[in-house]
């Protein structure tokens, strides 16, 4: 009996011991642990400090409304990246600012132009007419499209021989008509595609803008108020376009000055200069055709058939008479 309570209390200090020097283990091992789980924690504070993030910032002033050169941009590392940055110089290259920028500010989408001036090209302008559901081809017209532009003009009631239609502009590129524009950002789906798409089939469209050449800007506007336009729909791969050798240019509203004696001639007038002289409408009715040296609408017009006019005769002692009959003119001297 006595053996067996030596053997137990001696398994039971052998049980202890163990028990101790576990427990030291464990003791030496958890600082450790605690050291080894708190480092990678400090990384990872330090790291999230030190985050850095590419934009594109403008390296010198830059002012608005001119083109974005690009060795006026820089890429530096910031520690925030702002919505609408630029990450390289290439996709702010060449944009217009709406506002100054100074140096060293970030350059973003928001202050960049954009929209429906992006789609117009160098030498065109975007020009709005009005617009309802038969000249735009029963609202079957769509941004992107290209349409001829015929013009009809309705003469009064006396002369209805001298009313006509001819084509007025062609292969002119449709930028938005009614509530759709080729600006439009794309929908994510094609569903939603087909049902904006729809949407604004149905809503009336009440003015069409066209992209078109500078100098073809008088003849579309004075067309628009003195005449109705009609827009004809064409197939984008028809290239083919009326000859312009075969008719005479129109005159303009404001003559060039005079050449001096000695300058060389100058050339036609084209783009901004001859957007700047300007048309006529009656011009633009007749061609250019002028009687007695104004045009011969305006003569129709403001002098009825068989009116009698008198005009002192360029030769000495003599006088002359100007006859008028519809759009035909006679002058008589007596």
Sequence with gaps: MINITKIVAALLVLLAIALGGYAWMLGRQAPQKTAATAAPASDQSKSQQTLTHPVVVAAKPLPAGLAIPADALRVERLAVNPAGAFQEVTAAAGRVPVLDLSEGTPVMENQLVSGLA???????RAVAIKADEVM?????????????????????????????????????????????????????????????????????????VLA????????????????????????????????????????????????????????????LDRAQ?????????TGGKAVAGRPALVEARSVSAGARTTQPNATRGGLQVEVIRGDRSETMSY
């Design 277 to 285: 002289a300007g048309l006529t409408a009656a011009d633009l009715v």
């Design 212 to 271: 078109v050449p500078v100098d073809d800007v008088n003849r579309l506007t004075i067309g628009d108020s003195t005449g109705r336009l009609m827009l004809a729909l064409r197939n984008p791969n028809d290239m083919g376009e009326p000859d312009p050798k075969l008719f005479a240019d129109l005159p303009t509203a404001l003559q060039p000055v005079s050449v001096r004696p000695g300058e060389p001639r100058r050339p036609p007038l084209e783009g």
């Design 118 to 124: 992006l789609r117009v090209g160098e030498g065109e």
């Design 136 to 208: 735009g081809v029963g609202n079957k017209i769509q941004p992107g499209d290209f349409v001829d532009v015929f013009i009809t003009l309705k003469s009064d009631g006396k002369d209805v021989d001298r009313s006509q239609a001819r084509l007025l502009l062609s292969r002119k590129r449709v930028l938005a008509f009614g509530s759709a524009s080729v600006d439009g950002l794309p929908s994510k789906t094609a569903d939603k595609q087909q049902q904006q798409q729809q949407a604004q089939r149905t809503e009336a469209a009440r003015t069409a």
